[in-house]
């Protein structure tokens, strides 16, 4: 019922910059929280970075001064620019939201399949 669709991944030199973006589709009635996971090879996922509907937001700290998430709420989709790229950025980045279903108006988290990000040395 609901798409996530993650863009802008690629290879990238230590010290530059990437920009993310995730657009939702499908049966949507509104998004609340969306939010940008990664997960490294041989490594758990973990939080990036989340940003509310009213635009209030969160980073990790290995992050933080670094990257920075948006939203564009008419479009339903996230944003990540990532500045000042390191090599233990790398990782699969995937986005995640938690979207209510216009026919039902329940609530459940969504994820998209990833973009990989390399960052290299």
């Known amino acids: 019922q609901v798409q996530l669709v993650e863009s802008g991944g690629g290879l990238v030199q230590a010290g530059g910059s990437l920009r993310l973006s995730c657009v939702a589709s499908?049966?949507?009635?509104?998004?609340?929280?969306m939010a940008w996971h990664r997960q490294a090879p041989g490594k758990e996922r973990e939080l990036v970075a989340t940003?509310?509907?009213?635009?209030?937001?969160k980073y990790a700290d290995s992050v933080k001064g670094r990257f920075i998430i948006s939203r564009d709420n008419g479009k339903n989709m996230a944003y990540l620019q990532m500045n000042s790229l390191k090599p233990e950025d790398t990782a699969v980045y995937y986005c995640?939201?938690?979207?209510?279903?216009?026919?039902?108006?329940?609530?459940?988290?969504?994820w998209g399949k990833g973009t990989l990000v390399t960052v290299s040395s």
């Open positions: 499908g049966s949507i009635f509104t998004i609340n929280d």
């Open positions: 995640a939201a938690y979207v209510f279903i216009r026919t039902s108006y329940t609530g459940m988290n969504y």
């Open positions: 940003i509310t509907r009213g635009g209030s937001t």
